[in-house]
């Protein structure tokens, strides 16, 4: 039941945030929908929403960063693969909160951190599309675990595919 939750959500997230920025674009002469000012709001909870470091459409700043946007849409394609996908049977019997799955998020980290520290180091700028390329591993990462590691505790539990 989590591992369907976590699609869905992974699924919704970035359809909502589409639907608002499209709604946002298209009615710029009306006064804001208030779903729309609802999801730029959630938006800004977890994310900074720094204009100079998000996209653009229509001279209306994405919900999100360029980063964040690259996380969430990265993650609808992987918690559909580690959702649909059957583990072998030795996956089975791996603990899947363990070490393999911890190192595959480390992984997917490192261009994001790269990125993180070219800036920090004072290397420049990266570009908007360089984030949102560079972090994109990372949100396909972290939602497959999440998928994953929901859908073994259901395997565990159930000693099947759920």
């Known amino acids: 039941m989590l591992a369907r939750a976590l699609v869905v959500a992974a699924l919704a997230w970035p359809a909502v945030a589409g639907g608002a920025l499209w709604h946002r674009v298209s009615h710029q002469e009306a006064s804001a929908s208030p779903w729309v000012s609802v999801v730029f709001l959630a938006a800004g909870q977890i994310c900074h929403q720094r204009p100079e470091r998000s996209f653009e459409s229509g001279g209306v700043s994405w919900p999100v960063c360029a980063r964040c946007t690259g996380l969430y849409v990265a993650a609808p394609f992987a918690a559909?693969?580690?959702?649909?996908?059957r583990p072998k049977r030795a996956e089975r019997a791996v603990d899947v909160s363990g070490v393999a799955l911890g190192r595959l998020v480390v992984l997917a980290a490192i261009p994001t951190a790269l990125t993180l520290f070219w800036e920090w180091g004072g290397l420049g700028t990266p570009s908007?599309?360089?984030?949102?390329?560079?972090?994109?591993p990372l949100g396909a990462a972290v939602a497959f675990v999440l998928v994953r590691v929901s859908r073994s505790d259901t395997?565990?539990?159930?000693g099947s595919a759920a």
């Open 80 to 85: 559909l693969v580690a959702f649909w996908r």
């Open 128 to 136: 908007n599309l360089w984030r949102f390329t560079t972090a994109l």
């Open 155 to 158: 395997l565990t539990r159930h």
